[in-house]
């Protein structure tokens, strides 16, 4: 539960960089953009993995490129869910996933990873 929340706070971070950064991209409130985080969290949990096995074809096919539009999805199914969270079109989609996972990927290079390694001596 604590990596989910703070993943949740690093997802939170990304998303507020987004709705700097990206035109298309509004939160009205802080409320929204916290909500919007956990909600990514448990879409990204139970809807993105059904989304990738249902999309491989094409992501093979496109070299992993159209796993962006995958995320833009999640990010546009939040934003669907959620009153507070605007999302305006596949291209803010796409430049919030972005967003977000290189602030992802930046948070976990800095923080680490903290789960057990296992070796076969």
Do not use: E, K
């Not at 706070?9 to 700097?20: E, H, K, P």
């Not at 999640?74 to 596949?90: D, H, P, R, S, Y």
């Amino acid at each position: 539960m604590l990596r989910f929340l703070g993943q949740a706070v690093i997802t939170a971070l990304g998303l507020w960089l987004a709705a700097r950064l990206i035109p298309g991209v509004t939160f009205t409130s802080t409320g929204s953009l916290i909500a919007a985080a956990l909600l990514l969290g448990v879409v990204n949990a139970l809807v993105r993995p059904v989304l990738v096995f249902l999309t491989f074809p094409i992501t093979l096919v496109t070299f992993g490129l159209f796993l962006l539009v995958v995320n833009a999805a999640t990010i546009g199914i939040v934003a669907w869910l959620l009153g507070g969270f605007t999302v305006a079109g596949l291209w803010p989609g796409i430049g919030t996933a972005v967003v977000t996972g290189l602030v992802s990927w930046i948070a976990g290079s800095m923080i680490g990873d903290d789960r057990p390694t296992y070796r076969a001596d």
